[in-house]
């Protein structure tokens, strides 16, 4: 399999080294173009991310579909806010007149509670067993050929059928993301993609080590590996870095990350913050090219921490990611549009092509 490439998209221009962000409007303009300028640099999917005041991801999946012509979409979704039959039938959809097969769905189970969502349940462990039921529900709702009953500790349906399935006809990929013993149980039971933020190379290691024992305990395969670190590109080491601190000091001079607050408006850390600001704690600097800072400034609230270098440095990282199993890379920059664009034309091309060369050695 070829090295999955995810981009980010957002409704409107925005990185953390501008002011706040816009909800009440969508620039439709940018987010087409936006979304094109990946499909051009061989980016193979975008990340729409979901949250309780931004516009609907799905509704942003669909129409980029229309303006796009193979992008794939990996669309953030909650899940417990709609009822497992209609989340069925919408994302079954969706997977049709998207042009078939272009979507991912991106499970989040979230921080905490969510109460102006309707979502009340605190405990982490409660959570991820909702979000378990959840996927197994409109996993068997799109593999089914008759109406089904599920009655669990969180739902409880009747008689529910989705009659429109999935393009492959069983089911539509999902993903999922956390850092606990929980989240890797719920992950090799639902998802086919098991997503890291950018931590150091041992603890990408432990946490792949960890995804891998639950597999075993399950007796179910492993899902494969992303992950997610921003890329601050330079034509040399000096100029590379020089960016990276001008970015770091445009992050510090945002109101928005100021008190430590962060994007998320929690101050609630996850188990996967938490991992970042302890690495970022015991060095600004680790292995090749990954660097804390912007991470820490942000509260790591989620994709924070960054490689730097020139272009050849930031390949050998992520192959070194490579080489630990990871299998898809997120990646998004602090200049949206151009770093785009210099991702596929410095980076994309080069990682597949080395780490093509690298399997074919091991096989």
């Known amino acids: 399999m070829s090295i999955e490439f995810v981009g980010m998209v957002f409704p409107n221009q925005w990185s953390e080294?501008?002011?706040?962000r816009i909800f009440d409007k969508i620039d439709l303009d940018y987010l087409k173009y936006h979304a094109r300028a990946h499909e051009y640099a061989g980016f193979d999917k975008v990340l729409i991310a979901s949250g309780p005041n931004s516009p609907?991801?799905?509704?942003?999946?669909?129409?980029?579909?229309?303006h796009t012509e193979k992008l794939g979409f990996m669309i953030a979704h909650r899940p417990g806010l709609l009822t497992p039959n209609l989340a069925a039938r919408s994302f079954a959809t969706l997977d049709?007149?998207?042009g078939g097969g272009r979507i991912r769905i991106h499970a989040i189970t979230g921080i905490t509670a969510e109460?102006?969502?309707?979502?009340?349940?605190?405990?982490?462990?409660?959570?991820?067993?909702?979000?378990?039921?959840?996927l197994e529900i409109i996993k068997t709702l799109w593999s089914s050929d008759q109406p089904i009953d599920y009655e669990g500790k969180y739902f409880n349906i009747k008689n529910a059928f989705c009659p429109l399935k999935p393009v492959n006809g069983s089911s539509i990929p999902i993903s999922f993301g956390g850092s606990s013993d929980v989240a890797y149980d719920i992950a090799v039971r639902h998802a086919d993609l098991y997503a890291l933020w950018g931590e150091p190379l041992s603890g990408v290691k432990e946490q792949i080590s960890k995804l891998k024992n639950a597999a075993e305990k399950a007796n179910r395969p492993q899902p494969e590996v992303s992950l997610s670190v921003r890329l601050i590109i330079g034509a040399t080491e000096e100029l590379a870095w020089q960016r990276a601190e001008k970015i770091l000091s445009d992050i510090q001079k945002n109101p928005l990350f100021q008190n430590n607050s962060s994007v998320t408006g929690?101050?609630?850390?996850?188990?996967?913050?938490?991992?970042?600001l302890a690495a970022a704690?015991?060095?600004?600097?680790?292995?090749?090219?990954?660097?804390?800072?912007?991470?820490?400034?942000?509260?790591a609230y989620?994709?924070?921490?960054?490689?730097?270098?020139?272009?050849?440095?930031?390949?050998?990282?992520?192959?070194?990611?490579?080489?630990?199993?990871?299998?898809?890379?997120?990646?998004?920059?602090?200049d949206p549009v151009y770093d785009t664009v210099d991702y596929g034309r410095y980076i994309i091309p080069t990682v597949r092509?080395?780490?093509?060369?690298?399997?074919?050695?091991?096989?």
């Open 17 to 20: 080294t501008k002011t706040t």
């Open 56 to 66: 609907d991801s799905t509704q942003l999946a669909a129409f980029l579909a229309q």
């Open 96 to 98: 049709h007149t998207s």
């Open 115 to 134: 109460p102006q969502e309707g979502d009340y349940i605190v405990d982490k462990v409660q959570r991820y067993e909702r979000t378990g039921e959840y």
């Open 266 to 276: 929690h101050q609630i850390k996850s188990t996967g913050s938490q991992r970042l």
């Open 281 to 299: 704690q015991q060095a600004d600097h680790h292995d090749k090219a990954l660097w804390m800072p912007t991470a820490t400034a942000v509260g």
């Open 302 to 334: 989620g994709d924070t921490t960054a490689l730097v270098g020139t272009p050849d440095t930031i390949i050998e990282s992520l192959l070194n990611y490579v080489d630990l199993g990871v299998t898809t890379f997120l990646n998004r920059g602090y």
């Open 353 to 363: 092509e080395e780490a093509a060369k690298r399997k074919k050695r091991v096989a």
